[in-house]
């Protein structure tokens, strides 16, 4: 699957985005890196949280934004660590499951979006992958209307834990028919969600959505998920 054109998608440009450190651990301020991309007449933003041990270079996410960017809606890729986190990361394997640490700093940036002259009009989304998946569902918990539509891919909805029931962001999960454990996870989460949601099973899919097609449904199931219910401010 590769990326629609980003001339026909709006011009990618980066950003760095402020967020605070730990709760009682530090007040300092640290940078994310991000790639926003504002299509012409966009009627939202979507705001991407990377699975483990990811960062805004995943190849499958870039490929489901620039099918959200057609339907009309932007997009923010960006790195939940910072590089140094991401290096003590790739050796302890602590910090991407650090939900709540993950979804304090999407909560963040999508204060940052709601503040930015080109991208405070858009009404916001997450779309959460893996440990992603969890992270969006706690903030969407954490912010409430504010966020206007959650999509989680092959996500861990069950280290939300007591959140899940908070969440009243309208909520679809997405999961590979051959993606096991996570897809048991999944259907105990739809069980327990109080918001409007929907839980899709791609036939044949595994975990990591490889098959032929099966991102390609992923990428349209989301940006028909958010083209409904994203609207201006």
Same mark, same amino acid.
């Given at each position: 699957?590769?990326?629609?054109?980003?001339?026909?998608?709006?011009?990618?440009?980066?950003?760095? #985005?402020?967020?605070? /450190?730990?709760?009682?651990?530090?007040?300092? $301020?640290?940078?994310?890196?991000?790639?926003?991309?504002?299509?012409?007449?966009?009627?939202?933003?979507?705001? =991407?949280?990377?699975?483990?041990?990811? /960062?805004?270079?995943?190849?499958?996410?870039?490929?489901?934004?620039?099918? #959200?960017?057609?339907?009309?809606?932007?997009?923010?890729? =960006?790195?939940?660590?910072?590089?140094? +986190?991401?290096?003590?990361? @790739?050796? $302890?394997?602590?910090?991407?499951?650090?939900?709540?640490?993950?979804?304090?700093?999407?909560?963040?940036?999508?204060?940052? $979006?709601?503040?930015?002259?080109? $991208?405070?009009?858009?009404?916001?989304?997450? =779309?959460?992958?893996?440990?992603?998946?969890?992270?969006?569902?706690?903030?969407?918990?954490?912010?409430?209307?504010? #966020?206007?539509?959650?999509?989680?891919?092959?996500?861990?909805?069950? *280290?939300?834990?007591?959140?899940?029931?908070?969440?009243?962001?309208?909520? *679809? *999960? #997405?999961?590979?028919?051959?993606?096991?454990?996570? *897809?048991?996870? @999944?259907?105990?989460?739809?069980?327990?969600?109080?918001?409007?949601?929907?839980?899709?099973?791609?036939?044949?899919?595994?975990?990591?959505?490889?098959?032929?097609?099966?991102? +390609?449904?992923?990428?349209?199931?989301?940006?028909?998920? =958010?083209?409904?219910?994203?609207?201006?401010?």
């Amino acid at each position: 699957m590769k990326n629609p054109s980003e001339e026909d998608a709006g011009q990618t440009r980066q950003v760095r #985005i402020p967020v605070g /450190g730990d709760p009682g651990a530090s007040t300092r $301020t640290v940078m994310l890196e991000g790639d926003l991309t504002v299509p012409p007449r966009s009627t939202g933003i979507v705001l =991407f949280a990377h699975g483990s041990g990811s /960062g805004r270079h995943s190849p499958r996410n870039r490929c489901v934004a620039g099918v #959200i960017r057609e339907a009309g809606i932007a997009t923010l890729l =960006f790195d939940l660590l910072t590089r140094d +986190e991401e290096t003590e990361d @790739n050796v $302890t394997r602590r910090l991407r499951f650090d939900i709540e640490l993950l979804a304090r700093r999407l909560v963040q940036a999508g204060r940052w $979006t709601a503040s930015q002259p080109g $991208t405070q009009r858009l009404g916001i989304g997450y =779309f959460g992958a893996s440990t992603g998946g969890a992270a969006a569902l706690v903030a969407a918990a954490e912010t409430g209307a504010a #966020i206007e539509a959650v999509v989680s891919r092959g996500g861990r909805p069950d *280290l939300a834990g007591g959140r899940l029931e908070s969440v009243r962001s309208p909520t *679809l *999960l #997405i999961v590979g028919e051959r993606d096991g454990t996570v *897809l048991e996870l @999944n259907r105990a989460a739809y069980a327990r969600l109080r918001c409007e949601n929907e839980l899709k099973i791609i036939p044949r899919a595994t975990h990591l959505f490889e098959e032929p097609g099966a991102l +390609e449904e992923v990428a349209r199931l989301a940006a028909d998920w =958010f083209r409904c219910h994203l609207r201006p401010r």
